[in-house]
């Protein structure tokens, strides 16, 4: 994929020329894992990718693919066997896994989501695959687009962009849409022309479903207009710059939990300063998403009334002085974590934490009794508040001492990162004292 991938290109594509652009971006040497359930969308980028390294034999890239079973359905299993036999007419390695344990009752998409990147990224390491494909396509870019374009008339926060072509996951494993500038029109038809057939998931007839009700009313309407080129990725990228360099030049981390942001930073573009303190927030707030977008309101316009007071949102302070702006987590709504012994979990969406030890250990917020050191200089009601709740480790039973090992937790990045986001996130990371995540393998 060219530079020009992150929004993609002003045309849609066609897949035998999608797969083979992806091919081509690669860095060699790699190991392809294609993510197919067996729809139309995964069956011809999974067909696409395999036609097209038999024209490249010494390209150095590894095909395989792998079905996630999430156990919804009844007919799931059957349909991850059919699959299984496509892959080996095809000639292509396949792996099922399936989604085990109590299912949400609420929610059951996104956590479906969930299951599935983090059993494909477990399938990834096991057969030393570097980069996961989906077959995201321009129908589905659409559809995202429209969805979130109501979730902003309605006072939700977001930015409106549409699907990244690329995503890191957990920090170690990218994912990559080749397809996100194929209509899906396109994709049966290249199928048909080799006589492929696929499954059709009765789930993407169930109204009940926000994407389905969506795709169902712009099947109803003139959707000529809309182009790749509409995803708003460039811009979304080209902010993310900016304010990378805004936090160069303004921002300072203490001890992990006090922000310090210089006074002159304050009179940036606004959507540069909308933006920084958006994601600044998510972190010190241990959320994986910024305050909403009437939230962020009420915080810009407190700041441009330019004088010192406190104000908070997510989960967030925002303490504003006549030399700066300063950010730490309010001390309420703390909970507890208990980590057996070899166990890690996330704290308060703000720190991971490994407890190394032989007994289980509880972590709670430090209160009165932090001890952090932080400069002189700093305000010391703002210090009083970041060493309030930082983490403090108490050893469960008859244990004497406490081995963890405690690292800041980037909660908007270290789960799910667009490569919109990438330049912002690496620095913000530094401010950290983290390394850089992983560069995409394009």
């Known amino acids: 994929m060219s530079g020009d991938a ?19 971006s690669l860095f060699k040497p790699a190991h392809i894992l294609v993510a197919i359930s067996g729809g139309s969308d995964s069956t011809g980028l999974l067909a696409a990718l395999a ?17 996630i079973d999430h156990g919804l359905r009844t007919e799931s299993a059957e349909e991850a066997r059919d699959v299984a036999a496509l892959c ?54 659409h559809e995202t687009l429209a969805m979130r374009a109501a979730r902003l008339s309605e006072g939700e926060g977001g930015a409106g962009t549409g699907i990244a072509d690329a995503m890191l996951f957990d920090r170690r494993l990218w994912i990559v849409r080749p397809f996100l500038a194929c209509r899906r029109a396109d994709i049966r038809a290249y199928l048909t022309q080799r006589g492929m057939s696929w499954l059709d998931d009765p789930s993407n007839e169930d109204i009940r479903y926000e994407r389905v009700r969506t795709r169902k009313r712009l099947a109803q309407e003139d959707g000529a207009s809309f182009s790749v080129a509409n995803s708003g990725g460039v811009a979304r990228a080209a902010l993310s710059a900016k304010a990378a360099a805004w936090l160069d030049r303004h921002v300072v981390v203490h001890a992990d939990v006090l922000c310090v942001i210089s006074r002159d930073a304050l009179t940036v573009d606004e959507a540069v300063l909308s933006y920084a303190l958006s994601n600044l ?8 998403y910024g305050p909403g977008r009437e939230r962020m ?45 070899g166990a890690d979990g996330v704290w308060d969406g703000r720190f991971r934490i490994v ?38 480790v108490f050893v469960c039973g008859d244990g004497n001492s406490a081995s963890v090992a405690i690292a800041p937790y980037v909660a908007p990045f270290d789960r799910f990162l667009t490569r919109f986001d990438l330049t912002f996130a690496d620095r913000l990371a530094a401010c950290f004292g983290r390394e850089p995540y992983t560069p995409p393998p394009l």
């Open 297 to 341: 309101r009420h915080i810009l316009d407190f700041i441009g009334e330019d004088k010192p007071g406190r104000r908070t949102a997510g989960g967030v302070v925002f303490d504003l002085r006549w030399d700066g702006l300063y950010l730490m987590r309010e001390s309420r709504d703390i909970q507890p974590l208990v980590l057996a012994s």
């Open 51 to 67: 036609e097209q390294l038999k024209s490249f034999p010494n390209s150095e890239i590894a095909l395989s693919a792998a079905t």
């Open 355 to 392: 407890n190394h030890g032989p007994t289980a250990v509880r972590i709670e917020a430090a209160g009165a009794s932090g001890t952090a050191k932080f400069p002189e200089g700093l305000p010391k009601g703002a210090v009083q508040r970041a060493r309030a709740v930082l983490p403090r």
């Open 281 to 288: 927030a998510a972190v010190f707030g241990g959320e994986p």
């Open 88 to 141: 080996a007419r095809l000639g292509v390695p396949h792996i099922v896994r399936r989604w085990e344990g109590e299912k949400p009752k609420s929610g059951i998409m996104a956590a479906a989501r969930e299951a599935r990147y983090g059993l494909l990224a477990d399938i990834a390491v096991e057969i030393s695959a570097n980069v996961v494909v989906t077959a995201h396509t321009l129908d589905d870019q």
């Open 6 to 24: 992150v929004t993609g290109a002003a045309t849609a594509q066609m897949p035998d020329t999608a797969a083979a652009d992806f091919i081509h």
